[in-house]
Every structure is written in C-alpha cells, then in structure tokens.
C-alpha cells in the first residue's frame, strides 16, 4: 500500500539554526512529492513539490528539499529556521498521472522554535 | 488569481443534525477533493468530484456525502453528526487534466456538540 512517513513528531529548533525535517515514501513507482505547512486552526501552504528533473526543489520561505530515490526520501530543508516558521509541516505523494491521485499524507512533525 | 475558499469558517452542530460545508475551487480546476483532519487522526481523504461527478471516496461512512455544480463548487454534507465528526474539514483542488499540484483551502472547523 502507499505510504508517507514522517518520523519526527516533534522536533525543536533554535533560531537561526538550520532545519532538516524527514520524509520516506513507499510507493511502486516514484511518486508527485510535496511538502505542506499549517499554522494553528488554518488550511494547507504547498511548500514546493518534486515531478521530476532537478532533485534539489527550491520552495517558498527559504525552503528546500532533496529527492534521493536511492532512499525513497524527500527531506525538507531550511539553512536558518525563523520563530514564525513554527507550524506543523506534512509531507504527501500521489501517484504520477492525472485522473484521480489521491494524495496521501504523512502524520506531520511539528517544528517549535525556541528563542 | 484567487485561491480555493471555503464557507463556513466555523460551524457549531448539535449531535443528530446535518452540516454543509462549501467549497470553490480555483478558476479552472475541475476536480474537488475533501479531507478530514480529525485530532489524533491526520489528514485522511473523504471525497473527490470532478465534472460535477463523485469519482471516489475513502473509507467513511454514507452520511458523508456531497456534490459538485455545473460551476464545480462542491458541497459536503455530513447527516446525523456524531461527536466524532468534529475536525477541520479541508478542501482542495487540482487540475486534473494536467497532473500536479493540489490547492487546498483555509478549512472549515466544524464542531459537533
């Protein structure tokens, strides 16, 4: 079955200290890779996707992440994590191709950011 | 370009009563996807419209039910809500003719009493 996993419930990080937030996926073939934030009581921000090409995906508010398929990973990056950067980030797949593809959610790491 | 909205923001029920929940995709998308994120649940997938057509569903329940327009807004209804129904109800939508990305909405919280 499709799968995300976010391995990280938690994770705390100082200000102006760099982020790396994890993300495996386990699909037959490799899927649309995205990563989402959600502030407190709102909906979801797309942060960036991956389709193909360039494995390093630049996003918005400074973040990257980085394809490997050797690992069937699409971690999140930030070189220096701010204090409203604090929210809750998911990372989600869905199969290649149009039509339906849903689109399936890890559980989330929540990032808190300590002065 | 204006994004996907959602009305209500928040809706308060009484348990046995039923709840609409609305939703306009972007200009141009087609398809409509619902979510529920219930606390301790994650986000799970409920419904998907496209061409004013329920194409798929996740594992819920048949009193979750709705539909899309000939404008494809769509509308989630959920009848004789139970307590555990109380979660942000999101909506998306995607273009699904060419691939790609999902735009999702603010949400509405709806809380079951």
């Known amino acids: 079955a499709q799968s995300v996993t976010q391995p990280d419930i938690h994770i705390t990080v100082s200000e102006g200290a760099s982020l790396e937030l994890r993300c495996n996926y386990s699909?037959?073939?490799?899927?649309?890779l995205f990563w989402y934030v959600q502030s407190p009581g709102q909906g979801l921000q797309l942060l960036l996707k991956y389709f193909s090409g360039d494995t390093l995906v630049q996003g918005i508010k400074g973040f990257e992440a980085e394809f490997k398929r050797s690992q069937s990973s699409f971690n999140l990056r930030k070189p220096s994590v701010h204090w409203s950067d604090a929210a809750e980030y998911f990372c989600a797949a869905s199969r290649r191709g149009t039509g339906f593809q849903k689109l399936v959610f890890g559980t989330g790491t929540r990032l808190l950011v300590s002065p | 370009e204006a994004g996907v909205t959602q009305s209500p923001t928040h809706l308060i029920k009484t348990r046995g009563q039923q709840a609409t929940l609305r939703c306009s995709p972007i200009?141009?998308?087609?398809?409509v996807y619902w979510y529920q994120q219930a606390l301790g649940l994650g986000l799970q997938f409920l419904l998907w419209?496209?061409?004013?057509?329920?194409?798929n569903r996740g594992n819920f329940p048949p009193r979750f039910s709705g539909r899309q327009f000939p404008n494809y807004s769509s509308e989630l209804n959920v009848n004789a809500l139970e307590l555990e129904d109380s979660a942000l109800y999101l909506c998306?939508?995607?273009?699904?003719?060419?691939?790609?990305?999902?735009?999702f909405g603010s949400g509405t919280r709806l809380t079951v009493v």
């Open positions: 998306a939508s995607r273009n699904p003719y060419r691939g790609g990305g999902y735009t």
């Open positions: 699909y037959g073939a490799t899927p649309y």
């Open positions: 200009s141009g998308h087609t398809s």
């Open positions: 419209y496209d061409e004013g057509e329920e194409r």
